[in-house]
């Protein structure tokens, strides 16, 4: 339980956003292009990337990595948000078969 607070450093544009009936906050920092969602209803903000018109929730030491962190001043490598591979994740798992 417990409720996130996020680092005042970040630099935010901050949007509703509703998708499936379900409304949520996006904030997507200026600086380091980390995404952070948090529904209407919860207290916690979580880690996520973009990813057209949904949101990837990332695991939890993610989310708890970022949400405790002051903005690092820079997209961090392997963070881009864009052909994201996480495990478990959709996104990328079809494009390659293996053997001929
Ligand atoms: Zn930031």
Known sequence: MGRYHLSTTH???EQQVTIDHHTFFHRQCQICDRDFVR????GEWRAVHVGGLRFDFLNEETTHRWV???CPGHPLP?????GRIRPGGLQASSKHRPGI
């Open 11 to 13: 630099l935010w544009s």
């Open 39 to 42: 529904a209407l209803d919860e």
């Open 68 to 70: 405790s962190e002051d």
């Open 78 to 82: 392997g963070e881009e948000n864009h």
